[in-house]
């Protein structure tokens, strides 16, 4: 089985609908994140969690919102979604910062269609 | 505000030809360094990673990157690329001693090697 899992991996949606993205990991890992991946843009960040208890935005959290609901869950959800979050989603863990701090370990990707 | 720059958006090689993917960033202080790659269809893997001393690392499958502290850069190198490395590659940087530190990417490059 996979450290990090993302459900679904494939989903397609209409304009306005709430869609709910899941993330779980057995790393133990106390730190996630949410990124969304879009041809020629790279990776960008759109929610991190360094703990249980805190949530910061990234680059791009406008029309997103996260929930931790555990030291191993965070999901990511689109309150009304539209054509242009349609992207691929990857859903992250590392572990807590020091001096090698920074490696990640990456879920599968959900690829979400907005139509 | 920090960044990483990848300045080869597609590069496209024959096998057994060299590789060099160029990687800036414009943090100041100490950093930690990573390449990721992404085969078709995959999740993002760690290919190396630099956190402190030789500036010369080797990742797996015959890669290797130098971080050149005085010109910011972390460029990776292959000097015979095969087929399979065909796949999208991500330089991402974050500063260890900022506590909220996040791992910023840059736009990636997409390599496509022909047979």
């Known amino acids: 089985d996979a450290d990090v899992t993302q459900t679904p991996r494939n989903r397609i949606t209409k304009t306005g609908k709430r869609i709910m993205l899941e993330c779980s990991q057995t790393?133990?890992?106390?730190?996630m994140y949410w990124y969304r991946q879009d041809p020629g843009l790279g990776l960008r960040l759109i929610y991190y969690?360094?703990?249980?208890?805190?949530?910061n935005k990234g680059e791009i959290s406008d029309g997103y919102s996260v929930s931790r609901q555990a030291q191993a869950k965070f999901s990511l959800s689109l309150e009304s979604a539209i054509p242009n979050q349609t992207a691929l989603y990857f859903c992250?863990?590392?572990?807590?910062?020091?001096?090698?701090?920074?490696?990640?370990?990456f879920g599968e990707g959900s690829r979400l269609t907005v139509l | 505000a920090q960044s990483v720059s990848q300045h080869n958006h597609h590069v496209i090689l024959s096998e057994a030809a060299s590789l060099e993917l160029g990687c800036n960033y414009s943090?100041?202080?100490?950093?930690?360094l990573f390449w990721y790659v992404q085969y078709p269809g995959q999740h993002l893997q760690l290919l190396l990673k630099y956190f402190s001393g030789d500036p010369l690392v080797k990742g797996i499958k015959g890669f290797e990157a130098e971080f050149i502290k005085s010109k910011f850069s972390f460029n990776l190198r292959k000097p015979s690329v095969q087929w399979s490395d065909t796949a999208e590659y991500f330089c991402?940087?974050?500063?260890?001693?900022?506590?909220?530190?996040?791992?910023?990417f840059g736009q990636g490059t997409e390599l496509s090697v022909k047979p």
């Open positions: 992250a863990t590392s572990d807590s910062g020091g001096p090698n701090t920074g490696e990640l370990f």
């Open positions: 991402a940087v974050i500063s260890i001693y900022n506590q909220g530190g996040k791992l910023i």
């Open positions: 790393k133990g890992h106390d730190r």
């Open positions: 969690s360094f703990d249980v208890k805190d949530i």
């Open positions: 943090y100041g202080g100490t950093v930690n």
